[in-house]
């Protein structure tokens, strides 16, 4: 009998999916030892795009959270999710990402799972390489897209590179919620011949009603090893239920190793933060066919829903889904992933927003065009939207500062010089130095006053976001206009230029 094995993704794409990084770390702690004694094979935590959110937002230390689930779960690793660059959304020295890995190493993060947004076999070399030198183990995800380049033999060949550096596992990951029991039908055989003795897991979404189908098919067709996560975190447009998954495996004869005995407690509890929070929980979502037209993520879809509505145009969302879809055939088809996902979502925001398509763009989407993000995606765009988009004073100015590869001693010297510990220099190239110092100085203050309520605790909450760049407040009486105090001409990473 096939053993079919769990990672737990509740605490942190769970989270992402439904609740767009809103999860504090005292919501999640409580979770971490029923699921520490669950039988996981890993349990995800964390991923780099948590820190801008968690510092300037919930006025938390990333760092922090790593330990205290450390000193909770004892029993599973954990895992970390990241992307081709620390930072994200820009390109970071590699002087930066090795003091990453000797943190992780340092707290015992003994997993983590590696996108890279063109499967670039170069940069997943440096990363699988780079991560065992710490005794970090790579998970290196392969991530399904919809294109005319994306086929069976793309998705073969790729397989049989990633697998050809001995990474500890591969991950045949949908974070659009793309695929199709039919379209596996195909794809995980092609996936698993060229594995090889490389053990595959299989991750999918739930945004289109598939997720738990697809991934009993995958299981069908030989993948052991599944991500889910635990409702209230599942369904939507998180990952399959664990307790669906794990009952409906042993209805088709699988054995699952898993004790799910220990998962009630997790439900009830984050249920309840739920219900106190006012926060989402996930329901099974109908079939949406216009899902494999924008192919927007799990995690990002949560976030790009919040952040319109905090601006008031929630009603702009089916808009913005369907400019999705267009940038992105602009842009040669790139795998929606972080960041290019975010990329070409947030261009679709600003052609919605402008009314007019590529008149105002991003430093990021100027990167790209330039090429500092690869040769293969600069040459993918269609070349008359690739000029328009170079055709503005902040694009040649950009072409003139490609990114530099710096000397750890440098980069400790832009940030904070030899007294700043590497963990405190990370939270600042994060963020900023001002970003850091509020969120330890809310670090003693009671709860209820780091998420205060009422117009305190929205101005508190909107002052933390760095592209607010005023708050209006209208009411019978009163007009209240208040601005961001910035240095004149200050220009933070990610607000749009013309």
């Not at 794409?13 to 504090?24: E, K, P, Y």
Request: glycine share 8%.
């Amino acid at each position: 009998m096939q053993q079919i094995r769990f990672v737990d993704t509740t605490v942190r794409d769970g989270q992402q999916s439904l609740w767009a990084t809103n999860m504090r770390t005292e919501m999640m702690l409580p979770a971490l030892e029923h699921l520490d004694r669950a039988g996981f094979e890993s349990i995800e935590i964390h991923a780099n795009s948590f820190e801008k959110k968690m510092v300037r937002e919930l006025l938390e230390n990333p760092f922090d959270r790593l330990r205290q689930a450390r000193a909770i779960v004892q029993n599973t690793p954990l895992r970390i999710i990241r992307g081709r660059y620390l930072t994200s959304f820009q390109i970071a020295p590699r002087c930066l990402e090795e003091m990453w890995y000797e943190l992780l190493g340092a707290y015992d993060i003994q997993e983590v799972r590696t996108s890279d947004s063109s499967h670039t076999v170069e940069h997943w070399k440096w990363h699988v390489e780079t991560a065992r030198k710490s005794g970090v183990d790579t998970i290196l995800n392969l991530i399904f897209s919809i294109s005319p380049r994306h086929t069976d033999e793309y998705y073969a060949e790729k397989t049989r590179q990633a697998a050809a550096l001995r990474p500890y596992r591969i991950c045949l990951k949908d974070p659009g919620a793309l695929l199709t029991p039919e379209r596996l039908q195909t794809l995980v055989p092609a996936v698993l011949k060229n594995a090889g003795d490389i053990t595959v897991e299989f991750h999918t979404h739930c945004n289109t009603g598939l997720g738990g189908l697809c991934t009993l098919e995958a299981i069908k067709l030989g993948i052991g090893t599944v991500n889910t996560a635990v409702p209230p975190m599942a369904h939507g447009s998180s990952n399959p239920s664990t307790f669906e998954v794990a009952r409906n495996a042993r209805t088709l004869g699988y054995e699952t190793v898993l004790d799910e005995t220990c998962l009630p407690p997790v439900e009830a509890h984050l249920r309840a933060v739920a219900a106190r929070e006012g926060l989402p929980v996930g329901e099974p979502l109908p079939y949406d066919a216009a899902h494999y037209i924008h192919q927007v993520p799990g995690g990002m879809i949560s976030n790009l829903r919040f952040q319109l509505g905090n601006a008031g145009l929630a009603e702009k969302l089916p808009e913005v889904l369907e400019e999705i879809g267009r940038v992105r055939a602009d842009f040669g088809y790139p795998i929606m992933v972080t960041p290019y996902s975010q990329f070409m979502g947030a261009q679709a925001v600003m052609n919605v927003i402008a009314g007019e398509r590529y008149k105002t763009v991003s430093d990021e989407i100027v990167q790209y065009a330039l090429g500092f993000w690869g040769a293969d995606e600069r040459d993918a765009i269609e070349p008359d939207i690739r000029d328009r988009v170079l055709d503005r004073p902040r694009a040649r100015q950009i072409a003139k500062h490609p990114p530099e590869e710096i000397t750890r001693e440098e980069l400790r010297r832009r940030h904070g010089g030899p007294g700043v510990s590497d963990e405190e220099m990370m939270l600042r190239i994060f963020t900023d130095e001002d970003s850091v110092a509020r969120m330890r100085a809310a670090a003693g203050a009671p709860a209820a006053a780091r998420s205060g309520g009422g117009i305190e605790g929205l101005l508190d909450m909107l002052s933390r976001h760095e592209r607010v760049g005023y708050v209006r407040i209208e009411t019978e009486g009163l007009n209240l206009e208040l601005k961001a105090n910035r240095p004149s001409g200050a220009r933070k990473s990610g607000e749009t230029v013309q």
